[in-house]
C-alpha cells in the first residue's frame, strides 16, 4: 500500500511540468493538445534493390521535417500501412518499427498507431508489430480487444485537462483508435495453398466494445466527453460524400484523386465471402457508421488508405442512399506520409489541434504540414465547416 502511494506521487510530480514519455496524456498549459497524424509510411518495400531502402530513407525525411517545422506536437499518430507487408521477410518483418519511430524517440514524443491493411500479412503479424512497438515507453498503442477476429489496435486513450489532478478528474477528451484489418492472416493458407484474406472493416465485437466502453465512460464522469477517431480504411460515408454529395474545392480544400475512394467492406460480398470481383462492397461497415453518429461528442474521425485523398467533409445530412443519417462528425482524410506505397502526391502530415476552449463549442483546428514546409488545407473544423470559402489546396506533386 505504502508503496502504491510513493509511486503515485513520484508519478504526479514527473507529470506535473509535461506528461512524461508513456504517462498519460495531457493538454499543455495553454490548453492546447496537437496531433501530429502520418498515414502510409509504407516502409519496407523492396529491400532486394537499392530503390526500397531510399524510398525508406526518404520517408524518414519526411518525419523529421514535418515534426521539425510543426514545433512540438504533443503526440504522433501512426494512422496505418506503416510497412508494407508484402514485401518483408519472416525473419525481420516488423524490425522496421526501430526505423520509423527513431524520429518520435530522438525527441521524447508519444505514439500511438493503427494498422493497415499492409501491417497484416502472411509474413508480417500486426501481434508481433504491436510487440515491436511496445518496447519503447514513448509507444502508447494498445489492444484492448481480444479475439482473431478483432484485429490488434483497438483502444482508447485520454487526454487529461492542464493543471488536472489525475487520476481523479474526467479526462478532457477521448482519443479511439481501430483496426480495420484487411490483407492477410500471418502464415495460414487454405486448403489450395493460397493465403486467407481477413476481412477489411472494423469487426462487430469492436463496435460492440466501443459503445460499452463509450458507456462506461459517460456513466463514471457523468458526461458526455468529447472525442476523435482514427481508422485506416474509411466508411462508405466518405465515398458516399465523395460520390453523392461531392467535395468541394474551397468548401473542403484537399486533393480529391482517388475517386471513388476505397472504402472498408470493398472487395467483400455481404455473405462475407471475398470476391474482388463479383462484390465491389459487402456493406459490413454500416454498424460502426451507426455508432459514429449515435455516440454523442464524436468530432472527426481520421483515415488514411486513399493516398490521393486530404480533405475533410462535415457528414451533416442523409446523403442520398444511405439509410444512416450523418450528425455534423468531420470526416478526414490525412496526407499520404511515406515515399512507399502508390502515388506522388506531395508527402506531409495532418496536424489536429485541440484547444480545450474550443472543444466546449466542438471545435477543432486542422491543417497539413508538407515536406516542403508549406501549409495548405487549414481549416476549422467548426459548426460552419463546409460552409466557408478557403483556399483549394494546390494538387502539388513531388518526384525526388
Ligand atoms: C530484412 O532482411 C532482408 C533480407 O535479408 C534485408 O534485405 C533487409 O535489409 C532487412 N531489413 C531490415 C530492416 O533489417
Ligand atoms: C516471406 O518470408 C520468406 C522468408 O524470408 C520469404 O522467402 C518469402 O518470399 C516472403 N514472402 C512471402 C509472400 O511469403
Ligand atoms: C454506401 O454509399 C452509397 C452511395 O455511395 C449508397 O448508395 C449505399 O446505400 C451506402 N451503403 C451503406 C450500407 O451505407
Ligand atoms: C468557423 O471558422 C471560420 C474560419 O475561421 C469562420 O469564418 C466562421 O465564422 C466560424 N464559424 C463559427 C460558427 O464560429
Known amino acids: 500500500m505504502r508503496h502504491t502511494i510513493v509511486t503515485l506521487g513520484t508519478a504526479l510530480l514527473a507529470h506535473s511540468a509535461r506528461a ?13 493538445f496537437q496531433i501530429s497524424i502520418f498515414e502510409d509510411l509504407h516502409f519496407g518495400e523492396n529491400a532486394w534493390e537499392s530503390w526500397g531502402p ?8 519526411v518525419l523529421n521535417k514535418v515534426l521539425d517545422a510543426e514545433s512540438r506536437p504533443d503526440l504522433v499518430v501512426l494512422n496505418g500501412d506503416l510497412i508494407t507487408g508484402e514485401n518483408t521477410f519472416l ?21 500511438a498507431s493503427t494498422y493497415g491493411n499492409h501491417d497484416g500479412q502472411y509474413n508480417l503479424s500486426s501481434t508481433a508489430l504491436l510487440a515491436r512497438e511496445n518496447k519503447y515507453p ?41 483496426d480495420s484489418r484487411g490483407g492477410s492472416y500471418f502464415q495460414e493458407r487454405d486448403d489450395e495453398g493460397n493465403e486467407v484474406p481477413r476481412p477489411n472493416w472494423v469487426d462487430y465485437s ?16 457523468r458526461k458526455t466527453i468529447p472525442s476523435l477517431v482514427f481508422v485506416h480504411i474509411p466508411t462508405n460515408a466518405s465515398r458516399a460524400a465523395q460520390t453523392v454529395d461531392g467535395i468541394n474545392e474551397y468548401r473542403e480544400p484537399g486533393i480529391n484523386d482517388d475517386y471513388a475512394l476505397a472504402q472498408q467492406g470493398e472487395g467483400w460480398c455481404e455473405d462475407g465471402t ?32 486513399d493516398h490521393g485523398d486530404t480533405w475533410c467533409y462535415k457528414w451533416d445530412t442523409q446523403i442520398e442512399g444511405m439509410n444512416i443519417k450523418g450528425n455534423g462528425v468531420n470526416l478526414c482524410f490525412g496526407q499520404h506520409s511515406g515515399y512507399g506505397g502508390y502515388g506522388n502526391w506531395i ?17 477543432l483546428d486542422t491543417w497539413i504540414r508538407l515536406e516542403s514546409g508549406d501549409v495548405v488545407g487549414s481549416v476549422s473544423l467548426n459548426a460552419t465547416y463546409g460552409e466557408e470559402l478557403y483556399p483549394a489546396t494546390p494538387n502539388d506533386k513531388t518526384y525526388l
Open 274 to 305: 471475398n470476391d474482388n470481383a463479383q462484390c465491389p462492397y459487402g456493406g459490413q461497415d454500416e454498424p460502426l457508421m451507426e455508432a459514429l453518429v449515435e455516440i454523442p461528442g464524436i468530432l472527426g474521425v481520421f483515415s488514411g488508405h
Open 91 to 111: 525473419e525481420n518483418s516488423t524490425s522496421y518499427v526501430d526505423q520509423i519511430v527513431a524520429p518520435f524517440v530522438a525527441r521524447g514524443l508519444p505514439w
Open 54 to 61: 531510399a524510398q525508406d530513407a526518404k520517408s524518414i525525411t
Open 206 to 221: 469492436v463496435v460492440r466494445w466501443f459503445r460499452r466502453t463509450n458507456n462506461y465512460l459517460t456513466g463514471r464522469y
Open 138 to 178: 514513448g509507444s502508447l498503442t494498445q489492444s484492448m480487444v481480444p479475439g482473431r477476429e478483432a484485429g490488434v489496435t483497438n483502444y482508447y486513450l485520454p487526454v487529461y485537462g492542464s493543471g488536472t489532478r489525475r487520476p481523479w478528474s474526467a479526462p478532457k477528451l477521448i482519443l479511439w483508435f481501430f
Open 347 to 363: 508527402r506531409g502530415a495532418r496536424q489536429v489541434l485541440v484547444e480545450e476552449k474550443a472543444l466546449k463549442r466542438g471545435e
Open 20 to 32: 512524461s514519455l508513456g504517462g498519460p496524456l495531457q493538454f499543455s498549459e495553454e490548453g492546447t
